[in-house]
Nanobody
Framework: QVQLVESGGGLVQAGASLRLSCAASGRTFSSYAMGWFRQAPGKEREVVAAIDWNGGRTYYQDSVKGRFAISRDNGKNTLYLQMNSLKREDTAVYYC????????????????WGQGTQVTVSS
């Protein structure tokens, strides 16, 4: 089992940048594929980006390609999401997630979830 705690959310203006972090504890962090998901009001939760156990493979939702970057530091048990050129439509609660299988995360599912961090982008 792994415990996940997100941080770094906040209120920013359109065009600004934010970096989300997800601190993991419990079983070996590097055993897991990781992902960032988000859920906007009235919408279903969706996968934003995913990364395999060593960063060799990454996946991005089309709407964030070229703006967001997912990375991980297995030595620090931490997952990151660098978000640049933020848009109002990026406003959502962002969740960190972990699963043993990379394809599961890319498909939008995961075994373990954090509590989420709010990102609000104003125009």
């Amino acid at each position: 089992q792994v415990q996940l705690v997100e941080s770094g959310g906040g209120l920013v203006q359109a065009g600004a940048s934010l970096r989300l972090s997800c601190a993991a504890s419990g079983r070996t962090f590097s055993s897991y594929a990781m992902g960032w998901f988000r859920q906007a009001p009235g919408k279903e939760r969706e996968v934003v980006a995913a990364i395999d156990w060593n960063g060799g493979r990454t996946y991005y939702q089309d709407s964030v390609k070229g703006r967001f970057a997912i990375s991980r530091d297995n030595g620090k048990n931490t997952l990151y999401l660098q978000m640049n050129s933020l848009k109002r439509e990026d406003t959502a609660v962002y969740y960190c997630a972990a699963d043993p299988i990379y394809g599961t995360v890319v498909a939008g599912r995961s075994n373990y979830w954090g509590q989420g961090t709010q990102v609000t982008v104003s125009s």
